[in-house]
C-alpha cells in the first residue's frame, strides 16, 4: 500500500518557539493533504485541507496564522506550529489522497508535540 | 447534521474470543464507510473501505458489513489476538462536492485483548 512518511514523531519544544512537522508521501503524488489533531482519548479533528500550490483550507475555529501549512509539491507539505503555547501539545497527524482517487486516504505516523 | 456514533466505547474480551463493533450514521449524501485501526501513539491504518453497493468486505479476521438502507455498519473480529488491541474507528465520507470531500470521524471503540 501506499506510504505516508511523518517526521518528525515526537518533538518538545520551549513555550514560544516554532515547530515544524513534516509529511511526505513516498510512492505516490498526493494531490491533497489533510492535517488532523488528537487530544487523548478523542477522535481526530481534521484542522486544514491542503492542496498542492495553492492555500489550505482551515476548519473553523484553527488559526490560520498560528498553524501554516505549505504544501509546495505533491509529495510534500508541512504544518509550522507558531509561537506554541503549551495547549498546543497534542497529537498531530497528516493524511494524503492518491492523485485521481477519491476514496482511499494513507495516514502517517503522527507527531507527538509537548511544549514545555 | 451529518455524525457517526460507535458502540460500545470501550470493549474488554479474552484472546481468542470474536467482537463486533457497531457504527451508526447519519452522513448524506453518503460515498463510503471505513474501518481505520489507531494503535496508541500511532496514525490510523485503513482496514476496510465500502462503497454504497458493497455489503460485506473482509480483510483477514476482520470483516466489515454495510448496510446503507439503515445506514449501519460491523466489524466483527473473529479468533481475537493481543495485537488487535487498539482502537477501532468508523469513518464516514460525505460525497464528493467538486474535488473536495469530508471525512465524519466516529469517536471510536478501543478495544482491548487480554491473554
Known amino acids: 500500500g501506499a506510504v505516508v512518511s511523518q517526521h518528525p514523531s515526537r518533538v518538545i519544544c520551549k513555550s514560544g518557539t516554532s515547530v515544524k512537522i513534516e509529511c511526505r508521501s513516498l510512492?505516490?503524488?498526493?494531490?491533497?493533504m489533510f492535517w488532523y489533531r488528537q487530544f487523548p482519548k478523542q477522535s481526530l479533528m481534521l484542522m486544514a485541507t491542503?492542496?498542492?500550490?495553492?492555500?489550505?483550507?482551515?476548519e473553523q475555529g484553527v488559526e490560520k496564522d498560528k498553524f501554516l501549512i505549505n504544501h509546495a509539491s505533491l509529495t510534500l507539505s508541512t504544518l509550522t506550529v507558531t509561537s506554541a503555547h503549551p495547549e498546543d501539545s497534542s497529537f498531530y497527524i497528516c493524511?494524503?489522497?492518491?492523485?485521481?482517487?477519491?476514496?482511499?486516504?494513507?495516514f502517517g505516523q503522527g507527531t507527538r508535540l509537548t511544549v514545555v | 447534521k451529518n455524525q457517526v456514533e460507535q458502540s460500545p466505547q470501550s470493549l474488554i474480551i479474552l484472546e481468542g474470543k470474536n467482537c463486533t463493533l457497531q457504527?451508526?450514521?447519519?452522513?448524506?449524501?453518503?460515498?463510503?464507510l471505513r474501518w481505520y485501526k489507531q494503535d496508541t501513539g500511532r496514525g490510523p491504518v485503513s482496514l476496510t473501505i465500502?462503497?454504497?453497493s458493497e455489503n460485506t468486505k473482509s480483510n483477514g479476521r476482520y470483516t466489515a458489513t454495510l448496510d446503507a438502507d439503515t445506514k449501519q455498519s460491523s466489524l466483527h473480529i473473529t479468533a481475537s489476538q493481543l495485537s488487535d488491541s487498539a482502537s477501532y474507528i468508523c469513518?464516514?465520507?460525505?460525497?464528493?462536492?467538486?474535488?473536495?470531500?469530508?471525512?465524519?470521524w466516529g469517536a471510536g471503540t478501543k478495544l482491548i485483548i487480554k491473554p
Open positions: 469513518v464516514v465520507s460525505e460525497k464528493p462536492r467538486g474535488s473536495n470531500y469530508q471525512l465524519i
Open positions: 457504527c451508526n450514521y447519519t452522513v448524506s449524501p453518503f460515498s463510503n
Open positions: 493524511s494524503a489522497r492518491i492523485w485521481g482517487k477519491n476514496t482511499e486516504a494513507f
Open positions: 465500502m462503497t454504497f
Open positions: 491542503s492542496n498542492e500550490g495553492s492555500k489550505a483550507t482551515y
Open positions: 510512492d505516490f503524488q498526493a494531490t491533497t
